[in-house]
């Protein structure tokens, strides 16, 4: 804005007297044009500081999501054992760099706020080899959450005291008294369950009564909380599999059928990629990282009035010649695989 004073007259001269009606209209009309650029000058300068000030603010405010969100990834079935040879198509003497690769990756993504490996860790169930992966593990900048297989914990193999001692030596994140346990993050409760038959030489799950109270005490005690599930074992099967099934199936869907806040389930052990929708919720079985498409998801989660959507994304290990051996081996590969690579699903309230 431009102010002038009372007392500066410009029809005047700079004696103080007063100038001729032509050099005054020269004057008025001189005058005028000064005036009308100082009021240009003075508009322009407003509406710079009013777009200035308005990016601010909108830069600012973008700086944080509008609604509450969680971004993680989503790795299973690591099955780390390298140096052994082939085995079909599990490409169990890369498993190491494949793991590393999917370490790099995520470490490289902006926004992660921690990562999920969902059992078998690795592939035989002794000490060095779950010792190496969690050493591989905490390469991640983010914390890093885990569940029990059947490859870590069965009849033979580590006790899953010994297995919980071994996470929680390297684990920075999260030292748990049992093998489930849950957290909070940005609003959202996540909840790791176990599941594996230490008493027996199994592929099967059966989650105990015991574990099935904590689930159900978790999504009773916090309804407002949108829930995720994390485990080794898939409740809605992605495939048919008579030797890979929970064995009290209906009693852990009677569970989640008591609780609307129960958003999703990320599993792995069947080694397929595929998306499935019961009861209003997301049941999501995330491939091997040792067997095509070797691979891992990425997945945001927010939270809005309408209900929380979920952006997943699968993405593929850059190891592109152990992937090709894996694919050429595979049954399958186009189940493996599964059909997207990204999807965004509505799960309403």
């Known amino acids: 804005m431009c102010i002038f004073s009372p007392d500066s007259n410009p029809f005047r001269d700079s004696t103080g007297g007063k100038i001729d009606s032509e ?26 500081s009013t777009v200035v000030l308005f990016a601010t603010i909108t830069f600012s405010a973008g700086s944080k999501p509008a609604y509450p969100t969680v971004k993680f990834a989503h790795l299973t079935d690591v099955h780390l054992q390298p140096g052994v040879g082939f085995e079909s198509d599990r490409m169990l003497k890369y498993s190491q760099q494949l793991l590393d690769d999917a370490v790099d ?54 006790s899953r005291k010994t297995f919980m001692s071994i996470m929680n030596k390297y684990n920075a994140a999260v030292k748990p008294e049992n093998a489930h346990y849950s957290f909070m993050k940005n609003g959202f ?31 009773a005690e916090n309804p407002k909380a949108p829930a995720v599930i994390f485990q080794h074992f898939p409740v809605v099967y992605p495939a048919d599999s008579k030797t890979h099934e929970i064995t009290n199936r209906e009693a852990y869907l009677g569970v989640l059928d008591r609780h609307p806040n129960a958003k999703a389930l990320f599993a792995g052990h ?45 993405v593929e290990t850059r190891l592109k010649d152990v992937q090709a ?19 965004k699903i509505l799960v309403e309230p």
Not at 32 to 37: F, K, P, Q, Y
């Open 189 to 219: 409760l996540f909840i790791a369950l176990d599941g594996t038959i230490s008493w027996s030489w199994t592929a099967h799950g059966y989650f105990s009564d015991k574990e099935l109270g904590f689930l159900d005490k978790q999504l």
């Open 270 to 314: 069947y080694h397929v990629a595929k998306i499935d929708k019961r009861n209003n919720m997301l049941f999501v079985t995330t491939p091997s990282l040792v067997q095509y498409p070797n691979a891992f998801r990425v997945v945001t989660m927010v939270k809005k009035p309408s209900g929380v959507t979920f952006d997943i994304k699968l």
């Open 105 to 158: 990756q995520i470490n490289a993504m902006k926004g992660v706020d921690f990562v999920i490996f969902t059992g078998d860790l690795a592939n035989t169930p002794n000490r060095s080899d779950l010792e190496l992966f969690a050493k591989s593990a905490s390469r991640l900048k983010v914390p890093w959450y885990w569940t029990t297989g059947n490859h870590n914990i069965t009849l033979g193999g580590v």
């Open 23 to 48: 050099n005054g209209r020269k004057a008025m009309s001189n005058s005028a044009a000064g005036s009308s650029r100082r009021r240009r000058i003075a508009l322009s300068a407003f509406l710079i």
């Open 325 to 343: 051996r894996s694919r050429d081996g595979a049954s399958d590969p186009e189940q493996a695989a599964g059909s997207e690579k990204e999807i």
